[in-house]
């Protein structure tokens, strides 16, 4: 699956034992259809997770293509929070640019969250530690 910003191919990482596409080159996540119900250890069908990204209207993002369906991603706010999440129209998943996903689970933290908050924090210090050699 190609990178929705940058077009380049995202590799997989695993995330508290879900699969997720990140993109070296941008730092964004997409997660699919479920995926962030599965970083927060909840089920699904009872949760209103989904309920906390409203769509609104924001000029000053670009907006991007959904890497499964190829259809124009709407715009969604974050639990009243100033974070404009890309999500598919079609709910094939969302889109995190850099630094978005943290925002998400620190804003809404559970302790499954917090638990896959901190192997990120992991991930950024190594990747980090990589590039300074
Ligand atoms: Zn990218
Ligand atoms: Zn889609």
Redesign the pocket.
Known sequence: MDCPVCNKPMIILELNKVEIDYCPNCSGIWLDEGELELLYSIDKSENDLRKLFEPTESEKEKSYK?P????R?VKTKFNNSDLIIDK??????FWFDKGELDKVLSLNANTSAQKVLSILKEMFSYNKSQEAE
């Open positions: 959904c499964i369906c190829n259809k991603m598919c129209p079609d709910n094939h998943g």
